[in-house]
């Protein structure tokens, strides 16, 4: 890599105080990750509050899996190290010093003022020079009240603290480029809101749930959930409130595992893509119901945090300024396309190659293009064969964990439906732009052109990590779940047989003999009388006639 000091970028983020909503989510994390290994930032205040009874500090100490004492609502992190966190061996091994950089601020997307305490809103006024927004609810059957509440009142909340901020030089803003997926072809630009946001708002201030959740359904559309709904909605509300905010707006696709850094591969949740690879490599999920030829867009995580980076760079400095609104999509359909066929053939490699421990099946499954046939499919050899594994799970007193799991991979797979039915164009013209602006140091450095991504290579590494991430299980695992997946292979193709054999012995039965003969022994019948059949209408046709 080109030293630092040839970055411009690097050397704009040095002493910057930076504020970022979100930085515990999956985004956040690496968010935080690259502005403290590649950043000579000052300081960086993340938004947090208490979970499950722990405290934003102690919360913070578990992000890093470093030991802190418990100080004020703002504090700074301890220095004793326990437990690596493969996401950030990097920074503990060459400078684990900047670790003492990163501040918890209690605090809640969701309350007025962000539930700040005035001590800590005077702090963040006086010292926060950059602001990235990028907590949401990507739930996508997410209640409507909790969605505006999470993704627009959050982003009002988020601009309103920004209006007070003294040193503010840029303000990145974490939408979805499916934001306006009711159309075809989007462009980077800001398309009129679908309702008005303060009248959503009040409609959510005015409803109860019940009224509310049967109204929604004619809200949202021709959009199929309350997300897309409501980062549309937050995008104007961003603009509108803005006002002269120096604000950019990121347009990311699908977010998946990392493709280059901090680790490749590495990915924290089952969400979307991640839920596939999963599923399909425990043996659970057997069937997807899906679009033929149509193309996916799926982006490495990696990819929009370096565009947010060098965005809020390029707000501030103006080497790039789009008109009227900085709006960058970052995708992948326009410049290195994946088809859903070429998906499936990539997926079948990979989980095969690189194969979990103990799949409860051999992964054999198969592409679906009609909603019956998936939904049956998904029954036969989803549904019941995780009741029958759970019971037998059950029976040789091991927790039975097959129904779970497979309810949480078809629910997943469930919410992508949508999306893996529809092709989308998602134009990149001025992400493409703001590249062509980098030095050769800062392209290196802050990477986010996708001409190089090569999907084979990387979705054999993103399996590689749902087996070590999600799975927890070591890679030198992997000769001997190859040996239990060729014995599972036998298997499969032994129930494969056994069953066809079953319905050849019903089909030959002497009852279905005798169906068959009545069935045929009734068609001849009617086709012996088709002739008098025509015959009379046309008698019917010459009367009419007459």
Same mark, same amino acid.
């Given at each position: 890599m080109s030293g630092l000091g040839d970055s411009e970028v690097t050397e704009w983020y040095r002493n910057k105080t930076i #504020?970022?909503?979100?930085?515990?989510?999956f985004m956040g994390k690496v968010l935080v990750e690259k502005l403290l290994r590649a950043c000579n930032i000052r300081r960086i205040y993340l938004l947090m509050r208490p979970k499950r009874g722990v405290d934003v500090n102690q919360r913070l100490d578990d992000m890093f899996n470093f030991q802190? $004492?418990? %100080?004020?609502?703002?504090?700074?992190?301890?220095?004793?190290?326990?437990?690596?966190?493969?996401?950030?061996?990097?920074?503990?091994?060459?400078? $684990?010093?900047?670790?003492?950089?990163? #501040?918890?601020?209690?605090?809640?997307?969701?309350? %007025?003022?962000?539930g700040l305490s005035d001590e800590d809103e005077a702090r963040l006024v006086n010292e926060v020079e950059v602001i990235f927004h990028a907590a949401a609810t990507i739930n996508f059957t997410e209640p409507m009240r909790v969605a505006v509440n999470m993704n627009m009142l959050g982003t009002k909340r988020v601009v309103s603290l920004a209006t007070k901020m003294k040193k503010l030089?840029?303000?990145?803003?974490?939408?979805?480029?499916?934001?306006?997926?009711?159309?075809? =072809?989007?462009? =980077?630009?800001?398309?009129?809101?679908?309702?008005?946001p303060a009248r959503l708002i009040q409609l959510t201030e005015w409803l109860d749930d019940k009224l509310l959740e049967s109204l929604t359904p004619h809200l949202v559309s021709p959009r199929p959930n309350t997300y897309t709904y409501t980062k549309a909605l937050a995008e104007h509300i961003l603009v509108n409130d803005g006002g002269r905010l120096p604000i950019s707006i990121i347009r990311p696709s699908i977010v998946c595992g990392a493709w280059r850094e901090p680790v490749p591969g590495w990915v924290d949740n089952l969400f979307a893509f991640t839920g596939l690879l999963v599923g399909m490599g425990k043996g659970v999920l057997r069937s997807l119901y899906i679009k033929p030829g149509i193309t996916l867009d799926f982006i490495p995580v990696d990819v929009p945090i370096n565009l947010m980076i060098v965005s809020a760079w390029n707000t501030a400095v103006g080497k790039y300024k789009p008109r009227p609104v900085p709006i960058f999509c970052c995708s992948t359909g326009s410049q290195k396309p994946l088809t859903s066929d070429s998906l499936a053939a990539h997926l079948?490699?990979?989980?095969?190659?690189? $194969?979990?421990?103990?799949?409860?099946?051999?992964?054999?499954?198969?592409a679906k293009t009609t909603k019956l046939m998936h939904q049956i499919h998904v029954y036969l050899v989803n549904i019941i064969p995780a009741h029958i594994a759970d019971t037998i799970m059950w029976v040789l007193g091991k927790k039975p964990i097959a129904v779970k799991l497979c309810n949480r991979m078809v629910k997943a797979v469930s919410a992508l439906e949508y999306f893996m039915l529809r092709d989308w164009v998602f134009h990149n013209t001025q992400t493409q732009c703001l590249w062509d602006t980098l030095s050769p140091a800062d392209k290196e450095i802050f990477h986010f052109d996708v001409d190089d991504l090569d999907w084979d290579e990387y979705i054999e590494t993103y399996q590689k990590g749902c087996?070590?991430?999600i799975m927890k299980e070591n890679l030198e695992d992997i000769p001997k779940a190859r040996k239990v997946m060729h014995v599972m292979h036998f298997?499969?193709?032994l129930v494969q047989l056994a069953m066809m054999y079953g319905v050849w012995c019903v089909l030959s039965s002497d009852s279905a003999t005798s169906c068959y003969t009545l069935f045929f022994s009734g068609a001849s019948k009617l086709l012996s009388l088709s002739p008098i059949l025509?015959?009379? %209408?046309?008698?019917?046709?010459?009367?009419?006639?007459l």
């Open positions: #504020f970022i909503t979100g930085g515990t989510g802190a $004492p418990q %100080e004020a609502s703002v504090s700074s992190l301890g220095r004793s190290r326990t437990n690596e966190t493969t996401l950030y061996d990097k920074i503990k091994e060459l400078q $684990p010093e900047v670790i003492q950089k990163v #501040f918890a601020v209690k605090g809640d997307i969701t309350m %007025e003022g962000l030089v840029s303000l990145v803003h974490t939408s979805t480029a499916y934001s306006n997926c009711h159309l075809p =072809e989007v462009y =980077e630009e800001l398309y009129p809101a679908p309702i008005d079948q490699r990979s989980v095969r190659s690189f $194969p979990f421990n103990s799949p409860l099946w051999y992964p054999d499954g198969s087996k070590q991430y298997f499969h193709r025509a015959a009379a %209408e046309e008698v019917d046709v010459e009367v009419d006639v």
